[in-house]
Every structure is written in C-alpha cells, then in structure tokens.
C-alpha cells in the first residue's frame, strides 16, 4: 500500500496555501506538523478527495485517485478539522447513516457501528441525542465514523481536540493498533500525539514540505541543541532576547529555562534529550519571532 | 489542708506562675513580631480631603426615590439607543439589501397596480422585522453569545437593542412606503394604509419574535417567512377574505393590536431578563437575569 | 441505497420546522374553511328535480320569477337553479357561435398552415364536446374540491416543499458536513440520487395528505360528493370555477380530477427539483427559501396582479411552477404551441417543458455536487 503525493500545489486566488509537496507514504503512522497557516488542512483535504490540486497527482498503488474516484473513497476514512452532525439524530443513527454512505450493508452496519462505538467509548451515549454530547464527545464519534469501513487510508485533521488525556492515550493505541497495514495521516498540534505512535514525521512551512524523516533522526539534529538552565528572574529577559525558549518554569532555588541553542548558553547549563516541541520551536519558532 | 495537697497546690500554684510568666513572655514577643505589620491610621485631615475628593463621584441621592428609579430607567434607555446606533454598522447586507428590495418592489407595484394598493403594503410590511430577527440573535446563532455575555455591553442589551432598531426601522419603512403610494395615488388615505398594514406587521413582529426565543432564530425566520407567503398567496386569490379582514370592526382591531404589541414588549422583556445557551453538551447554562430593569 | 433513502427522508421530516409549518397552514386551512362556511350546503336534493332536460317551460318560470323583486330573498340553492336554468339558451347559443367563427377562420385560413391546423384541432375538441345539454347537474363539491387544488393548493404545497426542502443541501454545509459527505464512497453519486428521491418522496406524501384532506373536509361538509360523472364543463356556473367557462375539452369532472390530480403532483414534483437544485447551489436555507420562494410566488403574484403586462412577464405567468401545481390555467382555454408547424395543445406542450427542465435541473445538481470540493 503506497501513497504518492506528487508536487500538489493548491492555489486559492492569490493565496498558494500548498506548494509542490511531494511525499510518499506507506503503511504505518504518520504526523504531519506545521503552525497555523502552513497548509496541513488543505494538504488533508486533498488527500481527502474533498478538494482539487491546482497542479499535481495524488497516486494510490500508482492510480490517480481522481480517476478512482468511488474506489479510492471506499478505503479512504478521514476526519474533518472542523465537522457537524445532525442534532436530532442519535449518535447510533448517525454511524448508521455515515455507515450507508460508506456502501456498508445494513447488517454489517450495525455490527460494525457497535464495534466503533465501543472503541472509541461511546457505548452507552450511542442512543442518546448528539445534541447532548460534550465537545469530547462529539470529537470521540468523528473519530469513529471515520473507522467504519475499516479504512487503508486514514486521514486525520487534529482528531484529539477536545479531548481528555485519558481519551487521548485511548486514542493513540488504537492507532497504534491499527497501523500495521494501513497508512494513517495525522495534523495535530499535541505533539505528544504522534511523539510514541508515528513512524516517519512530515514538517510543513508556508505550504511545502521541510522535512519528512524519523523521528529520532529528526531529533537527533538538536543533539546538544537543548539546553536545562536555572536562573535567576532578573536574568530572563535577557535570556528571552538572546535563545529560543522551550519552557519557563519557576521552582523555589530559581527558574528553571528550556533553552535552544547550538551553543551552551550558560556555563551552568545541561545538555538534555531533545523532545518533539523543541524540534517545534526549532522549525517554526521563526515566524513568532517574526 | 494536708501539707502534700498543700505542696501539691504550692507545687500547682508554681506550675501555674510559670505558665503565666511563659505566656507573658510569648504576649510580647508576639506583640513585637505583629508590631512589624501594624498599619497606622492616617490623620483625620487627610480622610476629610479623600472624602471631598470622591464626593464629586457619588450619585445624587434626591429626596424622593421613584424620581432617582426614573432617571435611571431614561438613562438606561438612552443608553440603549446609542448602542443601536453604534451597533448599525454592524447589520449584514443581507439586511440591508433586503429592505432595500422590499422597499422597491413594494412601491413598484403599489405604483402600478391598479387595484387594492393595500395588499402591497399588508404583504411586505413584515419583512423587514422578520430578516432583522436574524441580526438580533446573530451572537446566539454563530456561538458569540457566551463572549458576549461577558462584555461589558451585555448579550441582552446588545439583543435588545438590535431589537429596538429593527422594529424603528420597520416602522420607518412601512411608513413611508404608505407616503410615496399617498402622495402618487390620489386614491388612498395615509392613515387609513398605515392602520392596514400595522396589524399584520405586529401581529406577526410579536409572534416570530416569540418563536424566535424558542428555536434557532434561521428556522423560526423561514417558519414565519414561508407562513406568510401561504397567507399572502391565500389572500391575493381570495380578494373577498381581504376585504373582509380589513374592514374588521375598529375595537377589535384596536384589542388585536394591542394583544399583539403586549406580546412583543413582553417577549422583548423575556429577551433582556433571561436568556439559556448551550455552554458544554446538554448543560444548559441560564444568564443571570439581566438588573439592567 | 435503500439505507440512504431513507436517512435522507429521515432528516427532512423530522424537522420540527416541517412539524410547525404544517400545523400552522391545517390551521389556516380551518380559517378559509370556516370563512365560507355557509357556502359549504348540500343542494343536491333540490337539484335532483332538474336531473333531466330543461324544457322552454322552466326557463319562461324562472324568467318570470325574477321580475318578482322578492327574488334575492329565495335560499341559496334555488337561486342556483335559477341561475342555471336561465343560463342555458346562452350557453347553447354560445356554443353556435364558437362553431360558427371556427368555419369563418377555416375558410379565411390557408389550407396545411399552422393556422388552419390549430382551427381544425379546436373545432375537433368542440365537437368531441358536443352541444351542451340543456340539463342541470349538482356537482358543487367537485367544484370546491377542484377550487380547493386550485387556490389552497399552491400554498400549501409550496409552504411545505420550501420548508422541507431548502436545508436538504444547504444545510450539509452550514452543518459542515460536506466534507464528511463528499470523502464517502457514495457521497458523490448514490446519495444525489438518494436526495432527490426523498425529495419526492416527501412530495408525493404531502400531496396525498392535502388531497385526502381536502377530499374528506369536502365530503364531511357537503356530506356526499355527488356529480362525479357529471361533465366538466357545467362547472362553468360556480363563481369558483368560472375559469372553466372557456374550457376546450371533454372531460367529466372525475376524469379532470384525476388529470388535475396528476398534472398537480407533478407541478410540485417540479418544483421540489427546483428547490432542491437552489438550495445545491446555497449556502443556507433562508436564502434558499427566499429565492425558491420568489420563483414560486413571483409570477403568482404578478398573474393576480393583472395590469402587469409584459411579455416576459406573461411567459414567466404561462411556465411558472404555481400555473403547474394550480392546474386551472392549463385547461380553462384552448391553447396551442406551434412546434415546427404543428399545434401542440398546450398542457402537453407546457408539460414537456416542465419535464426537461426538470431532468435538466436534476443533471445540473448532479453535476454540481459531484464535483463540488467542500471549503
């Protein structure tokens, strides 16, 4: 199962929010990370059949998936960033509904609906109104309509928004579980997401492609790039102007900073494993700073 | 006393003095420790001049208290109007564009219809009212309203003043749409074309408004909007109805409309005093009634 | 697909929106009722009297009977049947004249012109027709049956077709569910196809609830629903159905009903496609409405508004949706259509119309959807 994507651009007016992004994926886990603007919803949208590339070819097994059309679909789950529901449906007929237009048969529905439902916890609010869900709630039963069909193609715009830690790690092993011969594709800014379940991270700027590699070749770049420094509050600012700051975090002996730098900023500073959020703010810290 | 409860007593008596001894040590040490953190009055001149200084601040309290309830209330009127004339930029064009229309068509073919000018005026004059609905419940129906029951401005004040001006505006419209086809058509009263449409217009003004409390404000406006229509279509083909619907004896007309504006004052009250929206799931939150009345 | 039918006639009736509106036009249905509620009287005993032919006796009575200025005061139903008997040598001397002026623009018209073939087709329907009989017949409650279609209908229909049917897309993306909709394996084809059978579906149900209502309301205040077999054409004495005063065709008043019937169901078939082609091209519902309900209401309201007289106009009065869901205008004259020198009658001609541009809509929504990328 191989994924293609061949230089998509997406142009909108003057706006180009995807530029000639080329990647390929396989089965296994995949986070997509970018700040806001940088294009990932419209790069999902895409890969979602939901939206036209200006230039370029989405390619599953080496079929276009333009010209797959109903066949690519028929694998394809995928969760909007921003989704509705019917209120006065219940979350059950709903499923069942989502089920129908995913070609399920109606037997098969149901029991695949139960299946879904009790994954992602939903089992006894099923038959209860969504209008009276939580936002958790609501997020929880995207989530499961999204697995219906038992997707090989799973696209995920920010799935755990919304979401409890508790419903989040839920969340995580079931992807995990899932990934062996399915090709997810998560956008997420809770980088603890994707931290201990992706396989390949793909960093997107200003609509292209920075970087797509492992995660531990990734940070193995800030290999004594991140820096633990306890300081005194007067000496922050300066520190503030001078380094890129992870984390700020005042103990009672001073305050205790996460600073990135190629260089040891303090004589007192330690070296520390670098994490997914200095590699982040190593990537993208730029246009804040701007 | 037996010397050993004598001596016990001593013995008792000595405990006792050292425990007072003991206290009284700590009593001033405390006294010392708490002497650091002891705030001193300031001089009676300086409280006189401070009071001075806020008097200018406190409201006048008159003499008798329904005249200060008075001010308050005309006060608070006027402060809403200025938040309606504030808020106006902030009416969609479909609003505007809306009226706009309305109005056209409206003296268009109250201009070149021969017969029965009136029907225009009875069917067009709620529009305006019933799309301006929209902008009123705008923040409830776009998730706003929790952010603005925050502000200072208040979500209810904010609705009702919305709601004041789509109602003036209203009224604006329709009279003077009943001028243009009175100073063009030679045929009709002004007055007695303002008493037509008036009814219709309040009556279905106050019965949208109170389904628009109730249900989301995009389905209660098509509710009334496709109402209308079936009774426009049912009147314009039953000219007979019509007639007899407007030479409706003058009391009950006059207790119809009163009925009606009774309902909408009530409804608008009902709007400013309490008002639910849907905070987190089925919890649903209820604003503090409104201390604006 | 049965699945997906059914979900989507699911989200369209269980709207509280279609719930309220319907209450409210049975409730406005009720006022029109009870507004002319002494019209609603059986006369068919006094007219079983007259079931045979009027002779030159009964019509010097009646003559008679109104120099006599106490006539106003007779009931209701004698009065009707002084009025039809007295109008019985002119629709025989009417029906002369037509004849008469048929065989005039035969002779002034060249043979195998359109012009001669239209007269010759109309002088073929009268004849079909035949004389009309110096009979009287009672079949006022068709009459208000077909009244009712006619000017209750339209409303009726038209309310609920636009209340039901405009969220059926926009509302997928107001929701948005569009993406959710459009990344499924049928959301680009089975579910079009699903939409627009709920759509009429949802037509068709409303349309036999009107007509059933109207049929039992009609039966329950006439108490019988007599005159069925009677023809068409004696209809043209109610001030309801005058319209039929210049009707063309044969037909007895059953046989019209249920071709009034047909050609109501799909005007409001039509119509529902039309909605439903708006409302794949809107964003939200109230405008979708607000434009359905001007194609709808517009030349409604200019037919009704009579010194409005431009072509454009009359066009947009002949092929308006409300002529189809109302019928009348249809029948109440003979009209033809020249399509490549041949008269087309013109209910056919205009149904045609109406069922291309319907199937013409239906393809375009399609089309539209499929290719739609959700924003």
């Known amino acids: 199962m191989e994924l293609t994507i061949q230089n998509i651009s997406k142009q909108f007016k003057e706006l180009v929010a995807v530029n000639q992004f080329t990647a390929e994926l396989s089965c296994g886990v995949y986070g997509l990370l970018g700040p806001n603007g940088a294009g990932k919803t419209t790069l999902l949208r895409m890969l979602a059949d939901i939206l036209r590339p200006t230039s370029g070819m989405i390619q599953l097994n080496g079929q276009d998936i333009r010209s797959m059309g109903e066949r690519y679909r028929d694998v394809l789950g995928y969760l909007p960033q921003q989704f509705g529901y019917y209120r006065q449906f219940t979350g059950r007929r709903f499923l069942m509904y989502i089920a129908a237009l ?116 990734l940070l193995k770049e800030l290999k004594e790039s991140v820096w633990k420094v306890t ?43 670098a994490g997914l959020e200095d590699l982040y703010l190593h990537y993208f810290n730029e246009e804040i700073m701007q | 006393m037996s010397k050993s409860r004598e001596n016990k007593g001593k ?79 902030m009416f969609s064009k479909l609003y505007w564009m809306s009226c706009l229309v309305l109005f056209g068509v409206g003296v268009w073919i109250g201009v070149t219809v021969q017969q029965m000018p009136a029907i225009v005026v009875i069917l067009f004059s709620p529009l305006p009212f019933v799309i301006g609905l929209l902008e009123v419940f ?121 009925g009606a504006v009774y309902l909408l004052i009530r409804q608008g009250w009902k709007l400013l005093r309490n008002h639910t929206f849907i905070a987190e799931g089925s919890l649903s939150y209820g604003a503090n009634d409104s201390e604006y009345f | 697909m049965r699945q997906l039918l059914r979900y989507e006639l699911l989200k369209i009736v269980s709207r509280k929106s279609v719930f309220i509106v319907g209450l409210l036009i049975a409730a406005i249905y009720t006022v029109v009722i009870a507004f002319h509620a002494g019209y609603y009287q059986d006369g068919s005993k006094e007219y079983r009297s007259y079931a045979r032919e009027i002779t030159a006796e009964d019509i010097q009575r009646v003559d008679e009977r109104y120099k006599r200025s106490n006539w106003h005061q007779l009931p209701i139903q004698e009065k009707s049947i002084m ?37 010759k087709l109309q002088e073929k329907l009268l004849l ?22 006619d000017q209750f209908g339209v409303a009726f229909m038209g309310v609920m077709l636009l209340i039901g049917l405009s969220p059926i897309y926009s509302e997928e993306y107001t929701r948005r569910m569009d993406g959710l909709l459009l990344s499924s394996r049928h959301g680009r084809s089975k579910l079009i196809h699903a939409k627009c059978l709920a759509a009429i579906l949802y037509t068709l149900l409303f349309v036999l609830l009107f007509q059933l209502i109207n049929m039992g309301v009609t039966a329950l205040l006439f108490g019988n629903l ?129 069922l291309t541009v319907s199937a013409v809509l239906v393809w375009v929504t399609t089309l539209l959807f499929r290719r739609r990328q959700a924003c």
């Open chain 2, 11 to 89: 013995a008792v008596w000595a405990d006792d003095m050292n425990d007072v001894k003991e206290s009284e040590y700590f009593d001033s040490e405390l006294e010392a420790i708490l002497q650091h953190y002891r705030v001193e009055l300031p001089e009676e001149q300086r409280i006189n001049t401070t009071i001075d200084v806020l008097r200018q601040y406190v409201p006048d309290i008159s003499e008798n208290p329904r005249e200060v309830t008075m001010m308050r209330y005309w006060r608070r009127w006027i402060n809403l109007w200025k938040i309606s004339a504030a808020d106006i930029g």
């Open chain 3, 226 to 354: 007599d005159g069925a077999t009677t023809p068409l054409d004696s209809m043209r004495r109610y001030g309801d159905t005058r319209p039929f005063s210049e009707y063309p065709y044969s037909f007895t008043v059953i046989e019209y009903y249920f071709i009034q019937l047909g050609v109501h169901t799909i005007g409001c078939i039509a119509f529902a496609l039309a909605v439903t082609f708006i409302s794949s091209l809107s964003r939200s519902s109230l405008v979708t409405m607000l434009m359905a309900g001007g194609v709808l209401g517009i030349p409604y309201l200019l037919l009704d508004v009579r010194n409005i007289r431009y072509p454009i106009i009359e066009w947009m009065v002949t092929f308006g949706y409300s002529q189809f869901i109302r019928v009348t205008h249809l029948f109440n004259s003979f009209r033809t259509v020249n399509f490549f020198g041949e008269p087309i009658l013109y209910p056919i001609a205009a149904l045609a119309i109406l």
């Open chain 1, 102 to 217: 995913k070609g399920l048969e109606k037997r098969a529905a149901a029991t695949k609906v139960e299946e879904v439902l009790q994954l992602v916890g939903l089992g006894y609010e099923a038959d209860s109104k969504i209008k009276s869900y939580s936002g958790g709630m609501g997020q929880r039963l995207g989530i499961a309509q999204a697995l219906l069909n038992d997707p090989k193609v799973l696209i995920l715009d920010e799935p755990t928004a919304g979401l409890d830690p508790t419903e989040r790690i839920r969340f995580r092993n079931i992807l995990s579980e899932m990934s062996a011969n399915r090709i997810i594709l998560l956008s997420t800014h809770i980088v603890s997401d994707i931290e201990y379940v992706a396989k390949d991270v793909l960093l997107m700027k200003q609509g292209c492609l920075l970087k797509q590699d492992r995660l531990v070749s």
């Open chain 3, 83 to 119: 009025e039809d008997i007295s109008g019985i040598p002119n629709m025989l001397h009417k029906y002369e004249e037509q004849l008469l002026d048929i065989e005039i623009r035969l002779m002034l018209s060249q043979p195998d012109s359109y012009e001669y073939k239209k007269t």
């Open chain 3, 128 to 149: 079909e027709q035949g004389p009309p009989t110096a009979q009287l017949y009672y079949n006022k409650p068709w009459a208000e049956l077909l009244y009712m279609v």
């Open chain 1, 231 to 273: 300081v005194d509050e007067s000496q922050l600012p300066i520190l503030k102007q001078r380094y890129k700051i992870v984390n700020i975090l005042r103990r009672d002996s001073g305050v205790e900073v996460r600073i990135l730098s190629p260089d040891k900023p303090l004589l007192t500073a330690q070296p520390v494993t």
């Open chain 2, 138 to 258: 705008k923040g409830r129906e776009q998730g706003v309203l929790e952010m603005e029951l925050a502000c200072k401005v208040s979500a209810q004040e904010l609705m009702l003043s919305r709601l004041l001006f789509i109602v003036m505006n209203s009224l604006i419209l329709n009279t003077c749409l009943s001028g243009l086809l009175y100073l063009v058509r030679g045929d009709i009263s002004f007055w007695g074309l303002t008493w037509t449409w008036f009814t219709p217009f309040i009556i279905v003004a106050s019965s949208s408004l109170w389904l628009a409390i109730r249900i989301r404000c995009t389905v209660s406006s098509m509710v009334t909007i496709s109402m209308w229509m079936a009774v426009g279509m049912i009147l314009l083909t039953r000219p007979d109805m019509l007639t007899r619907m407007m030479h409706l004896h003058i009391l009950i007309t006059i207790l119809i409309n009163a």
